[in-house]
């Protein structure tokens, strides 16, 4: 059974910066792509940053190009998500998540992914 536990979650100001890891195990972490994904309150779970299997290719919705990175390391079995520049737009509970199937898009939706983890806060105020 593939388990997904997130950390480093927490309080910002915004401009500020956090990293978050998602820590793999049950499979071959290295055999596949990692996904974020963030549920701002009242809003739908929507796609972050995506890393394929080797993690060469990487990812981003736009509004987070730029201040976001998505890096893995198949050694640790560890995806993580830097974030600079947090804006208060960023708030949201950010998940990591990871597809059945090596063969994968990065366009799918969260239905998608039976795997995920249990979800860090990021609150960036203002």
């Known amino acids: 059974q593939v388990q997904l536990v997130e950390s480093g979650g927490g309080l910002v100001q915004a401009g500020g910066s956090l990293r978050l890891s998602c820590a793999a195990s049950g499979r071959t972490f290295s055999s596949y792509p990692m996904v974020w994904f963030r549920q701002p309150p009242g809003k739908e779970r929507e796609f972050v940053a995506a890393?394929?299997?080797?993690?060469?290719?990487?990812y981003y919705v736009h509004s987070v190009n730029g201040r976001f990175t998505i890096s893995r390391d198949n050694a640790k079995n560890t995806v993580y998500l830097q974030m600079n520049s947090l804006k208060p737009e960023d708030t949201a509970v950010y998940y990591c998540?990871?597809?059945?199937?090596?063969?994968?898009?990065?366009?799918?939706?969260?239905?998608?992914?039976?795997?995920w983890g249990q979800g860090t806060q990021v609150t960036v105020s203002s």
């Open positions: 998540a990871a597809p059945s199937s090596r063969t994968w898009t990065s366009n799918w939706p969260p239905e998608m992914y039976p795997y």
């Open positions: 890393i394929n299997w080797s993690g060469d290719s990487t």
